[in-house]
């Protein structure tokens, strides 16, 4: 397994030519979850097909991190709120983030590059919120300065993490 400290990654936009490659990746981490016995995913790209993906890109507001030619993780920075209900705040939410099968501790990079997005856009707030039984998932948004604001309860049970711009 590579750590992104040593990998030379290039950020930006994701383009519609990069559609099924960002699909697989996807589709690798369904299959990896499963493998590894996490319950978490198992009808992520059945609730968001290939043309929501479309839909994200076209809006620009999908990013990508490539090594070389190949795509290694992605995410989604947007301004809907979605779960937190919340229209009202200067926030952005990050959601949809992927990593490559093999590549470790990439999620730390993409938070720096979403947090640097945040201020450059001079928002309040990054949001973020993940299944509440993924202790793990938790414990390394915990880590990375997303603090704990609640739990919630949609056809999942969720918690609700945000890293404040101004701190």
Request: aromatic share 14%.
């Given at each position: ?49 290939k ?44 959601c ?39 202790k ?32």
């Amino acid at each position: 397994m590579e750590d992104y400290e040593t990998i030379n990654i290039v950020f930006g936009k994701a383009s519609i030519d990069n559609i099924d490659e960002i699909i697989n990746l996807y589709a690798e981490r369904m299959k990896w979850f499963k493998e590894n016995g996490i319950k978490q995913w198992s009808r992520y790209l059945t609730n968001h097909p290939k043309e929501h993906f479309i839909s994200i890109i076209e809006k620009g507001n999908y990013y990508i991190l490539k090594k070389e030619n190949e795509i290694i993780a992605g995410f989604e920075i947007s301004t809907d709120s979605g779960v937190w209900n919340d229209d009202k705040s200067n926030a952005y939410y990050l959601c949809k983030v992927v990593s490559k099968v093999g590549y470790r501790n990439l999620g730390s990079e993409i938070f720096k590059i979403a947090k640097n997005i945040t201020k450059e856009n001079e928002k309040d707030y990054l949001r973020i919120e993940c299944v509440s039984s993924n202790k793990k998932l938790n414990e390394i948004y915990e880590k990375n300065g997303f603090k704990y604001i609640r739990e919630g309860q949609d056809y999942y049970h969720y918690t609700l993490r945000e890293w404040k711009a101004n701190e």
